[in-house]
């Protein structure tokens, strides 16, 4: 099988379902056990760090979520572009399989920043131009899901979606760069392509060891969901009333 014969066999939902299906138990298992790691290197070894204490290591859970909640909304506008293009029905299923985790991701980047800022500056908010344009982004998932969910057409609701993760990306570079764009009190990145890292190797691994452990989480969670969607959209197909599954529920 040629690469492009197999992007295109496995854009078909009923392809897509049994890839998905393999997939998604191992992943999050890998998932699980990454995060046991993180957790235990960011909380149980990393050491103490000298100016923020021991309140630093909420970004052992801070710092991933938020950069899921950016990475999960380009992969959401990524397949509302193929959508608009190719007008596959993969593409929809797979932006609306991504958006309640990415939701979830740009909440817990709210609610734990929030945990870190009082205690380093003495207020649970500020109109900060990262934390501001990250209430956005959580905004625009809450609005991507009412909207699609409030079309009782899916495939009109899919195509009014994408538009929505389309234009709402240009949030995400506003996020990612505000820091340098304007005098803010949030702290600039610790880790960098280009730097080298102003953290502990020790803080550096356990932050990198959660950061995976969240990617596996929303591929693991978007594989699960995806299925369950093919599920409901292809209940008519003869493909699905043929499933294990779908029979010993019947039974």
């Known amino acids: 099988m040629t690469q492009r014969s197999f992007w295109f066999h496995y854009a078909a939902p009923q392809t897509f379902y049994g890839l998905a299906g ?67 029905r993969l593409s929809g299923m797979m932006t609306r399989a991504l958006a309640p985790t990415g939701a979830l991701m740009a909440f817990l980047s709210l609610w734990t920043g929030a945990l870190w800022g009082k205690p380093m500056w003495g207020t649970w908010w500020v109109w900060d131009a990262r934390l501001t344009s990250e209430l956005i982004l ?12 409030a079309i009782e057409d899916t495939r009109r609701a899919d195509r009014a979606g994408a538009l929505l993760a389309i234009v ?25 392509l280009t730097k080298a890292p102003s953290m502990a190797q020790l803080m550096l691994w356990g932050m990198l060891c959660m950061a995976i452990a969240f990617w596996l989480y929303s591929i693991a969670l978007a594989l699960y969901r995806v299925r369950t969607l093919i599920l409901q959209r292809e209940a008519h197909t003869a493909w699905v009333q043929e499933l294990p599954e779908v029979q010993g529920a019947r039974a």
């Open 22 to 88: 393999r997939l998604w138990p191992w992943v999050a298992a890998l998932a699980t056990a990454f995060t046991v790691v993180g957790l235990w290197i960011g909380f149980a070894v990393a050491p103490e760090d000298a100016q923020q204490g021991e309140g630093y290591r909420i970004i052992f859970v801070h710092v991933p979520v938020s950069w899921m909640s950016m990475i999960i909304y380009l992969a959401m506008a990524f397949w509302s572009i193929l959508l608009l293009v190719f007008n596959t």
């Open 138 to 149: 959580f905004f625009l998932y809450l609005g991507y899901i009412a909207l699609t969910s």
């Open 168 to 192: 709402g990306a240009l949030n995400v570079p506003i996020i990612y760069f505000s820091v340098k764009w304007w005098n803010t009190l949030h702290q600039g990145a610790s880790v960098s």
